[in-house]
Nanobody, 120 residues
Framework: QVQLVESGGGLVQAWGSLRLSCAAS????????MGWYIQGPGNDRKLVAS???????NYADSVKGRFTISRDNARNTVDLQMNSLKPEDTAVYYC??????????????WGQGTQVTVSP
């Protein structure tokens, strides 16, 4: 019913920049929250940056001042501008959205992930 499609990952040298984009499509009534996560050491996923249901933003401490999240509500997209990238930012980045669909059911949705690799 709902798809999240990510784009923009790739290989970049340290201190370079990348921009990730995520587009949500399908039977969407309302997107409550939307953001980006990375895979943690176990099976958990850790927050990078997100918009919460109130429209505010949350950032991991490690990316504050370097990454900026933006959102286009009309297009159901969320972007992540990543500047001053470090090798430790290397990860698979997943788009996440908490969505109510047209049948008034709500759920968490995840994209397939996009690889970001930062070389020293």
């Amino acid at each position: 019913q709902v798809q999240l499609v990510e784009s923009g990952g790739g290989l970049v040298q340290a201190w370079g920049s990348l921009r990730l984009s995520c587009a949500a499509s399908g039977s969407i009534f309302r997107i409550h929250a939307m953001g980006w996560y990375i895979q943690g050491p176990g099976n958990d996923r850790k927050l990078v940056a997100s918009f919460n249901s109130g429209g505010g933003t949350n950032y991991a401490d490690s990316v504050k001042g370097r990454f900026t999240i933006s959102r286009d509500n009309a297009r159901n997209t969320v972007d992540l501008q990543m500047n001053s990238l470090k090798p430790e930012d290397t990860a698979v980045y997943y788009c996440n959205a908490y969505i109510t669909t047209m049948d008034r059911k709500w759920s968490d949705y995840w994209g397939q992930g996009t690889q970001v690799t930062v070389s020293p």
